[in-house]
């Protein structure tokens, strides 16, 4: 019976610090379009290695925001990344390009990677680079990609579509990876400078 209690009191103690660990309560805001402002999207992203085409269903998603759980970009601390974006809007383009770094579910103003024009009326792609810094933590976070159509300004809210505009969010997670060696391979580490890999909840991984 002492057997069962102490485990029971395990079990308890295990998801009571699940419960209360600030990675696993973090909750991403989410960004909506006002009413009737839908129907321009994201059809095509890709960083780095990765890459994905949009179903029309996707961007004409009447709340603006996506988050796409199908696969895991991985990318390198320190490494110039190529971004490419299509959009099925005719019109001038604003991108803007979040990456939770620290793993804290805000998106700061520091995390913000990317912030650009496109002011090319047409439905090529635009392409360009970012780089994730040294300072990340490794692991799987999250990604935000804003996009919005008719604007002299990239977005300056990843949490805000800024009134009656067009446009869609995107959410992708991303696996943060390469010790300090790897991203800096001409200098020689020391401990105090290594991140540890940790994932979004916190937990260690290898």
Same mark, same amino acid.
């Given at each position: 019976?002492?057997?069962?209690?102490?485990?029971?009191?395990?079990?308890?103690?295990?998801?009571?610090?699940?419960?209360?660990?600030?990675?696993?309560?973090?909750?991403?805001?989410?960004?909506?379009?006002?009413?009737?402002?839908?129907?321009?999207?994201?059809?095509?992203?890709?960083?780095?290695?990765?890459?994905?085409?949009?179903?029309?269903?996707?961007?004409?998603?009447?709340?603006?925001?996506?988050?796409?759980?199908?696969?895991?970009?991985?990318?390198?601390? #320190?490494?110039?990344?190529?971004?490419?974006?299509?959009? #099925?809007?005719?019109?001038?383009?604003?991108?803007?390009?979040?990456?939770?770094?620290?793993?804290? $579910?805000?998106?700061?103003?520091?995390?913000?990677?990317?912030?650009?024009?496109? #002011?090319?009326?047409?439905?090529?792609?635009?392409?360009?680079?970012?780089?994730?810094?040294?300072?990340?933590?490794?692991?799987?976070?999250?990604?935000?990609?804003?996009?919005?159509?008719?604007?002299?300004?990239?977005?300056?809210?990843?949490?805000?579509?800024? $009134?009656? *505009?067009?446009?869609?969010?995107?959410?992708?997670?991303?696996?943060?990876?390469?010790?300090?060696?790897?991203?800096?391979?001409?200098?020689?580490?020391? #401990?105090?400078?290594?991140?540890?890999? *940790?994932?979004?909840?916190?937990?260690?991984?290898?």
């Amino acid at each position: 019976m002492k057997r069962i209690y102490s485990f029971l009191l395990g079990v308890m103690a295990i998801a009571g610090m699940l419960g209360f660990s600030p990675g696993a309560q973090s909750q991403y805001c989410k960004p909506q379009l006002q009413p009737g402002f839908w129907g321009q999207g994201i059809t095509f992203f890709s960083l780095g290695t990765f890459s994905r085409s949009s179903p029309g269903g996707d961007y004409a998603n009447q709340t603006g925001y996506e988050y796409y759980t199908g696969g895991t970009i991985v990318a390198a601390r #320190n490494t110039p990344l190529t971004v490419q974006i299509l959009t #099925n809007a005719f019109s001038s383009k604003a991108y803007s390009i979040w990456i939770d770094l620290d793993q804290d $579910g805000i998106f700061t103003a520091d995390e913000r990677l990317l912030c650009a024009l496109d #002011n090319v009326f047409s439905t090529t792609p635009w392409v360009s680079t970012l780089t994730i810094p040294c300072t990340a933590r490794t692991g799987i976070t999250r990604l935000r990609l804003f996009f919005m159509s008719y604007q002299g300004v990239c977005p300056q809210d990843p949490c805000v579509f800024p $009134g009656f *505009v067009q446009g869609e969010c995107e959410d992708y997670d991303i696996d943060i990876i390469g010790d300090f060696v790897s991203s800096f391979p001409d200098d020689t580490p020391e #401990n105090f400078a290594i991140l540890p890999k *940790v994932d979004r909840t916190g937990k260690l991984t290898p």
